[in-house]
């Protein structure tokens, strides 16, 4: 009965749907799934207290039915019972913290709900104390509800209505007069708002409907969600922003913004749109010299706060968005650079989404077009360009998360163009260009050769005396990558950080990747001859102990230091002496283990 009832449900059938669920009921009294089920065709049928009813039931089966709560709080919203609403969807949350974006959706629609009746009850009040501002609205809709009327007739109505609407209640007036029906209902502008090839006085009508759509959705979201569900808005949105026409992309990108810049206007957006080609669409107009290309990047970067619009773009990225990507950091002595930048910043935070940081990873044009980006840099030190730069270090740094082929391929040319770099007046170029060493020197042997015979350490050695956390943090690990299998890096280090200065410091350091990494360097470079023995009238041996028997949270930090601890009495015996006399011979023959397997 419970299936027959929910197929009845899924035509449509609700009359029949509650038969067959009562009938279920009438043999099986507890079954929670039938109340709820009831609950919701009763909902369909606009019986809102019997919904309620069987919700009720539903939870005396099981008191944790979020279903129940659910549908409850939809029919105490539909009986405008705002209070009992909201205390079911917190009901929600308590029941199931990991419903928390259902529990925000619901939270908001009952928020909107409860203001769109007041504002409509104050907008009521003001037409019938006959105030001249609210009659204008509705008078002005009436005027342009007139069929047949010459296409210019319609615009200045539409300018003269804009200017009408100045605050919220003027706002309610219009969505309550029928005023998102203005296309459905009026074929001169429906025709001319949809026009594929737009004449001068059809894209002057379009302008001035993107201006009043502006007037009556700021800070208004019941208009925003009547805008958006209007077909043939949904529909043109993506083709206006594509029409080439520079006054009807700027007013579409002001209009975009007013959903992009809060939490619940990008929720309808992903809700209504699909957004799966307008990362292609708004990185165009990197293009643009004008306020459009920053319009455009403020609605990116918004949007990239949206996991679902990281989901989304993964459709076009490989055929669309990438190859477009790549001829726009080819091309960016010619583009507008400051919002070139941004997109790659963007770009940057989307790598964040797993998929499309694979996909961007595995793109030889992507490295290739990076790499031209850099190389450029040297003959252009414009403060756009230099930001261009900065990001696309960023960009790098993310695509390096990954590791394939292709990061093996491009390693030695990449690692060269990083120690360019290193001579960089910016400290934050700088920076960017350790951090990016620190993470494609592991995937080639070649790319560290080559940095080790360009003196990478050396220079390392003088980036850490300087300190700065982030540059030390990528500093030390760039080392220990060299050290780990190159002798000359090994040899380089004992001779720029004399008696193990720098790394003794690092070894105090509060940051645990940093010490791991310093253990690490250490124990690889008392391989060399002298190096233990230089360090015999230091405190290393109460450092490494401390280490290699405390309780950090990385366990490499204990054992790289309990490594580095062996090596050190192994290559100088007289360490030995220093050990006992600080109890820490156990310490010692538990680190024997990691000597021995590496």
Known sequence: LKEKGNDAFRKGDYVIAIQRYTEGLEKLKDKQELYTN?????????????????????????????????????????LKHYSESRQCYEKILQTDPQKESLF???????????????????????????????????????????????????????????????????????????GFSILKDNETVRRGFCAERKNTDEVDLSVSLLFLWQAVCAGNEENQRLLLTHPDVNAQLPKLLSSGVPEIQKETLALISLYSENENGRRLLIRHQDLTKWLQILMTFVNSTDARASSAMNILSDLTEEERFKTQCRVMLSTGVLPLFTQLLTSAKLVNQAALARCIGIMGNLCAD???????????????????????????????????LYAVLGLMMNLLLESNVIIQY????????????????????????IGVLSRILPASSSAVEEVVKGGVVKKMIKFLKAGGQITSNY????????????????????????????????????????????????????????????????????????????????????????????????????????????????????????VHSI
Not at 417 to 430: A, E, N, T
């Open 104 to 178: 925000k959706d619901c939270m908001n629609e009952v928020n909107l709900e409860e203001k769109r009746m007041k504002d409509e009850e104050r907008a009521r009040k003001d037409v019938q104390s006959g105030k001249r501002a609210a009659l204008s609205v509705k008078e002005l809709l009436q005027k342009l509800g007139r069929p047949d009327q010459n296409i210019l007739y319609y615009t200045g109505g539409i300018r003269l209505l804009t200017g009408a609407v100045k605050d919220c209640t003027e706002q309610t007036l219009f969505r309550t007069n029928n």
């Open 354 to 388: 797993v998929v499309i940081r694979m996909q961007m990873a595995e793109s030889k044009e992507c490295w290739e077009a990076c790499l031209k980006l850099v190389d450029e840099c040297f003959d252009v030190s414009t403060p756009e360009y230099q930001e261009c």
């Open 38 to 78: 009831r609950a919701q065709a009763y909902l369909k049928m606009h019986e809102y207290e019997k919904a309620i009813g069987d919700c009720e039931w539903a939870l005396k089966c099981n008191e944790k039915c979020i279903k129940a709560y659910f549908l409850m709080g939809k029919a105490h919203l539909a």
């Open 475 to 594: 500093s030390i690990k760039t080392l220990s990558v060299c050290t780990r299998s190159n002798r000359q890096a090994q040899e380089d280090l004992v001779k720029s950080d004399k008696g193990f200065s720098v790394l003794l410091k690092l070894l105090d350091s509060e940051n645990e990747m940093i010490v791991g990494n310093a253990a690490f360097c250490l124990g690889q470079c008392l391989v060399v001859p002298g190096a233990a023995t230089s360090l015999l009238n230091s405190n290393i041996v109460m450092i490494l102990l401390k280490h290699a028997g405390g309780d950090a949270t990385r366990t490499s930090v204990q054992e790289n230091a309990a490594i580095a601890l062996g090596k050190l009495c192994v290559a100088e015996p007289r360490h030995i002496f220093q050990l006992r006399k600080l109890n820490g011979l156990a310490i010692l023959n538990s680190s024997m283990k990691y």
């Open 410 to 433: 491009f390693a030695v040319d990449l690692s060269g163009r990083c120690m360019s770099l290193l001579r960089d007046k910016d400290g934050r170029i700088v920076t960017r260009a």
